[in-house]
């Protein structure tokens, strides 16, 4: 019978996530069971385990397992100017305001391998925004930082991150930022000096700094409504007033219980603005 | 334990690709206004940012129509489009969540993500549909809907667009009902 087989796997799939937890200290215990269940299965069937509690066994005591578990963990996809239009909406509507502040500090939660920055850094150079601001980028997954900070991408992807940049109103060639050889983009290190990549986790740490503009895209889809509300709740203490919040182009803070605390800035493009006295 | 013998169901999922639109016209536009199931659709489509598709259907049926967004609560009497470019997963708590995580056979939507989440959510309460299509998508998520205990359909591979997915599907679940797209609509609605 299905239904008891699948209850006893739910059992174990709790002890892993509990068990990371107490080890690891990254907590997946809220995060959207459906998605993390999928890819928990199939880093089960990789590791050659024939359940949740065999795959606890191993990233319990085998070192270097927990590493390789976060790969299934986290969801790692990313391009250069992700959704064009978000980007052009924040150009075209967002940059005005934030050219009325004489410093700014911009948060990339969950910045994953770095193009989301890169998209940011770029387009505030063309905006002449750069040197007025400091980036804070953000992940769990150290790996994933590790390669922000490095700002290599395989050569191939060029064409579409191209694409992207000019479709969300580039002022300029994308190749004028990056250099190509042996099948790879390297990004100008000059784009990252006013960055700083942190490991920080929107599930267990605290607000570190009040900011101006806040871009959290395509995370909080992996996580419950009772931790997007945690999540959100960071981002709204973390902004100033009138501060901007992006989300992913799916994601809303209608069913949020913060949604109150924010006003729809650009409703297409999930741009949200932290209401003045809150 | 005995099972009563007629569970009511409680959900409909639906997965289609090339072709799909035309199947989809005879089906959802003749739902009632009041019909209380959710039916939670994927169809292949090219990953162009913004779908049409949603507000077409929405356009000609009776039925409220939208494209999901993450965690949208999910309700009877209405379908929800998985939008282009993400997985469209059910939870256990009736809720929606999107995810960009790998295609899978080469699809974002999947149809075995939406179909395996959904069984999983609902067990024998749920109905899977597969339409037309050129690939195998569906064909393992059918089979889970089935190992749940819901009721599988799929479209009779003849008067099918493309007759790869309903047969890559019937393969997979040999005791699906094999239907015509009339006969579709009448399982939905009398499933109600
Ligand atoms: C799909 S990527 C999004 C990348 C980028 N923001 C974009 O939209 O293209 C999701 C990222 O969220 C990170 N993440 C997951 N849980 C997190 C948490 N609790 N705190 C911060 N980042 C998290 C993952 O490691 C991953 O890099």
Known sequence: MPNAIARTEDIELRLLL?????????????????????????????????????????????SGMMDELLGYLTVQVSELFRDPAYFRAIREKVVPHLKTYPSLKVWIAGCSSGEELYS???????????ERTMFYATDINADALRKAEMGVYALERMKLFTENHRLSGGKSSLSDYYTAGYGAATFDKSLRKRTVFSDHSLVTDAVFAETQFVSCRNVLIYFTRDLQGRAIGLFKDSLTRNGFLGLGAKETLRFSPHADEFTEFSRDERLYQKRGGI | MPEPAHKPYRAVVIGASAGGLKALSAILPHLPADYPLPIMVVIHVPPHRRSLIAPLFEEKSQVRVVEAEDKTPIEGGCVF??????????????????????????????????????????????????????????????????????????QTPATAFSRAMPEAAIEACPSALILDLDDILLELKNAA
């Open chain 1, 18 to 62: 509990e068990a990371i937890f107490l080890k690891y200290h990254y907590d997946f215990r809220n995060y959207a069971l459906a998605s993390i269940k999928r890819r928990l299965t199939q880093a089960r069937d990789q590791f050659g385990c024939r359940s949740f509690s065999q795959l606890q066994d191993m990233v319990l005591n085998e």
């Open chain 1, 120 to 130: 940011f850094a770029i387009l505030f150079r063309e905006e002449g925004l750069e």
């Open chain 2, 81 to 154: 489009f998985a939008p282009p470019d993400y997985h469209l997963l059910v939870e256990r708590s009736f809720e929606l969540s999107l995810s960009s995580e790998a295609p899978v056979l080469f699809s974002r939507p999947s149809i075995d993500v939406l179909f395996e989440t959904a069984a999983d959510a609902y067990g024998d309460g749920l109905i899977g549909v597969i339409l037309t299509g050129a690939n195998n998508d569906g064909a393992a998520g059918l089979k889970a809907v089935m190992a749940y205990g819901g009721k599988g359909l799929i």
